[in-house]
């Protein structure tokens, strides 16, 4: 009884949602998958934990009247326990995203800080969508700036083994030119590694964070219902990151004006052939699987705004990261991790059905 009151308390069948927030930051840096990208999915599963340790201690008078079943109300775990459950998984989060790197850990500061300010200030207040659509977006930062955290410690030198670290001594026009060359592609790299995080990362960042903004709005009336606005505002939302999720991604290397141009301007696209046209029909699929997950149950709820429907629409809301979280990721080029997140729904699935995720 004990371990399911936690598992309720923790809303352990939202946990599926979390991982794919760092792969799909990941993909957005172009970087594959490293031992930084695992330290940023367990930082963030300890933050997420925390976050809903904390939600329900903060709301435990309010859970009294409307959920009275909920495990701090109905007295299966008490006030302090699930307080200092969130402290101690905050402080393990934090360490996680501390030996991913400073930028990891700054990044970290910044979700656990947003969490904390989330639960305790702003949940009630016009600032609590707000507060939520940051935290996702952070947690997809959190990913993008630990995966190659280590590769970007190591310095380009280490990379490049240019041999410039050989210790020789020699100052050779020839080694002169070396230096200069790679002092050259170093400062491009770093250009470009810059315009690909706004290009790629912030973008993927405001996605997910206009969708959790869209849900957290629907969740305000879960609890009475009654409210066709906010599932209909949030089924728009849901139409339009679908839309923006099919558009294709223009990397660093698409800024150029002349990209893709002849000698006329005219513009050339290569043509299409099966190694193109997979990633392009596994896109469509991760969206409109993104897009019915959400959409079909926000419908319900604008037409019949109702606690149950209401509440529905908020867990499609929720599971519908998970298709969303591998579109971005495949949008970027990661057909692997973009299917390696979905392949999470059907555990999700499973353990929704055990445990709610509201």
């Avoid at 707000?130 to 990913?143: E, K, P």
Wanted: charged share 15%; hydrophobic share 45%; with cysteine.
């Amino acid at each position: 009884m004990t371990v399911r009151a936690w598992a309720e308390l923790l809303r352990v069948s939202a946990l599926f949602t979390v991982p794919g927030d760092a792969l799909a930051g990941a993909a957005a840096t172009g970087r594959r998958p490293d031992r930084g990208t695992a330290l940023a999915v367990g930082a963030s599963l300890c933050l997420y934990e925390a976050g809903m340790a904390l939600n329900d201690w903060a709301d435990r008078d309010e859970d009294a009247v409307d959920r009275p079943h909920r495990p701090i109300p109905s007295g299966r775990i008490a006030p302090g326990a699930a307080l200092a459950a969130a402290g101690a998984l905050t402080a393990a989060g934090l360490g996680l995203a501390a030996r991913a790197g400073r930028p990891a850990l700054a990044v970290a500061t910044g979700l656990a800080a947003t969490v904390w300010a989330y639960d305790l200030r702003l949940k009630h207040t016009p600032a609590g969508p707000a507060a939520m659509a940051a935290a996702r977006g952070l947690d997809l930062l959190l990913g993008a700036t630990a995966t190659g955290a280590a590769t970007r410690a190591a310095g380009p030198g280490a990379r490049t083994g240019t041999g410039l670290r050989t210790g020789t001594g020699s100052r050779t026009p020839s080694g002169s030119s070396a230096a200069s060359a790679s002092g050259s592609r170093t400062g491009s790299g770093a250009a470009s590694g810059s315009r690909g995080f706004v290009s790629g990362v912030l973008p993927a960042a405001g996605v997910l964070g206009a969708h959790t903004y869209a849900v957290t709005a629907v969740s305000r009336h879960e609890a009475q219902g009654g409210s066709t606005t906010a599932p209909l505002a949030a089924l728009a939302v849901t139409a339009a990151l679908g839309a923006a999720a099919l558009r294709e991604q223009r990397g660093p290397g698409d800024a150029t004006p002349d990209a893709g141009r002849g000698r006329k301007g005219e513009s050339h696209r290569p043509p299409a052939t099966p190694a193109s046209t997979a990633p392009r029909l596994l896109l469509t699929a991760l969206t409109g699987s993104y897009f019915r997950t959400a959409a079909v149950p926000l419908l319900h709820a604008a037409l019949n705004p109702s606690p149950p429907l209401t509440q529905r629409a908020v867990g499609g809301g929720i599971r519908a990261m998970i298709p969303l979280q591998a579109a971005l990721a495949a949008r970027a080029g990661a057909a692997g991790s973009g299917l390696a997140v979905m392949g999470l729904v059907p555990l999700a699935r499973t353990l929704a059905r055990k445990v709610s995720l509201t």
